[in-house]
């Protein structure tokens, strides 16, 4: 299922996932919530979305791990992490890992993660006509 406005968003927090998830959806994008980063790398192969919002600061499996995991099952599918971690060797760290764009919770403004969603999305769809 080719969808480049389908999401997944894993947080242990369901109320700020419900939260952008609503904000997300206005912008025409649907998003998949899993509030255990272990639950979704079980479903992982099972999945068809090529965007994922990652916290980093889970119990269990870190976000780190997560995107970990994620780049290695599949290096094409695009992460944007989320996270009230504001440490500079978090983010060097997520990057360095592949993530594509980190913001910081809470997030008092929508539209910079809107745009690096959006953003995502086109490029998804530049790699299906290519």
């Given at each position: 299922m080719r969808n480049a406005r389908a999401i997944v968003h894993v947080d242990d927090d369901p109320m700020f996932t419900r939260l952008v998830a609503a904000q997300?959806?206005?912008?025409?994008?649907?998003?998949?919530?899993?509030?255990?980063?272990?639950?979704?790398?079980?479903?992982?192969?099972?999945?068809?979305?090529r965007l994922v919002l990652?916290?980093?600061?889970?119990?269990?499996?870190?976000?780190?791990?997560?995107?970990r995991r994620i780049k290695a099952f599949d290096g094409g599918i695009l992460v944007i992490v989320l996270t009230g971690v504001v440490e500079m060797t978090t983010v060097l760290e997520a990057l360095r890992c592949g993530a594509e764009a980190c913001f910081f919770k809470p997030l008092v403004d929508i539209q910079p993660l809107a745009r690096a969603v959006a953003c995502s999305s086109r490029k998804i769809e530049r790699w299906w006509q290519t």
């Open positions: 997300m959806s206005r912008l025409g994008f649907s998003v998949a919530e899993f509030h255990d980063a272990a639950e979704f790398l079980d479903a992982l192969p099972r999945r068809h979305e990652l916290d980093i600061a889970m119990p269990g499996i870190d976000g780190l791990e997560t995107l």
